[in-house]
T-cell receptor
Framework: KAGVTQTPRYLIKTRGQQVTLSCSPISGHRSVSWYQQTPGQGLQFLFEYFSETQRNKGNFPGRFSGRQFSNSRSEMNVSTLELGDSALYLC?????????????FGPGTRLLVL | DQQVKQNSPSLSVQEGRISILNCDYTNSMFDYFLWYKKYPAEGPTFLISISSIKDKNEDGRFTVFLNKSAKHLSLHIVPSQPGDSAVYFCAATSGTYKYIFGTGTRLKVLA
């Protein structure tokens, strides 16, 4: 079974631009969560999608948004990029979303904002 | 407000000895806890978990202990191996299925 894939792996943007990151979960998994990892902050939860609906949301500004498609693939969008948005963005999938099972993470997209 | 805390950013241990990684939480609603390991340029991988109805769970060299009254969990790795060198994250969740992660502890196992 293929793992969670994320594209692109690396991205360089400038302040004020917007960016879209993509995540393909493990086949059959319906829950996709997004996290931001920065040094000293660990993994900060952004949001979770389950069956195309946002089920949970972290404490991030409205510039961060996401969506999930009917095939469970998910995209995350960040508008009006700021220098502080430079981070590793990780997505994670799990199957049913109803049990406290482990999540499976992708390799992440490293975003650098100049 | 950091609901899950890992107060030691780094830890060095000799190969063959025990590694103990600690994690504290503040939210008493958390009822499931997990440990993940992360190598550079890779996503975190699941190691071991524990439900709040237990106080210990073992899987090979890895054991997780949960002290609910102290809101504290720890991961023991025995014996430690150089391949265990990585960043370890603890995470907690409740009925909302929202996973809250700690800031991570970088473990270095010295050969």
């Amino acid at each position: 079974k293929a793992g969670v894939t994320q594209t692109p792996r690396y991205l360089i943007k400038t302040r004020g631009q917007q960016v879209t990151l993509s995540c393909s979960p493990i086949s059959g998994h319906r829950s996709v969560s997004w996290y931001q990892q920065t040094p000293g902050q660990g993994l900060q939860f952004l949001f979770e999608y389950f069956s195309e609906t946002q089920r949970n949301k972290g404490n991030f500004p409205g510039r961060f948004s996401g969506r999930q498609f009917s095939n469970s693939r998910s995209e995350m969008n960040v508008s009006t990029l700021e220098l502080g948005d430079s981070a590793l963005y990780l997505c994670a999938s799990r199957s049913s979303g109803r049990t406290k099972e482990s999540q499976y993470f992708g390799p992440g997209t490293r975003l650098l904002v100049l | 407000d950091q609901q899950v805390k890992q107060n030691s950013p780094s830890l060095s241990v000799q190969e063959g000895r025990i590694s103990i990684l600690n994690c504290d939480y503040t939210n008493s609603m958390f009822d499931y806890f997990l440990w993940y390991k992360k190598y550079p340029a890779e996503g975190p991988t699941f190691l071991i978990s524990i439900s709040s109805i237990k106080d210990k769970n073992e899987d090979g060299r890895f054991t997780v202990f949960l002290n609910k009254s102290a809101k504290h969990l720890s991961l023991h790795i025995v014996p430690s191996q150089p391949g265990d060198s990585a960043v370890y994250f603890c995470a907690a969740t409740s009925g909302t299925y929202k996973y809250i992660f700690g800031t991570g502890t970088r473990l270095k196992v010295l050969a």
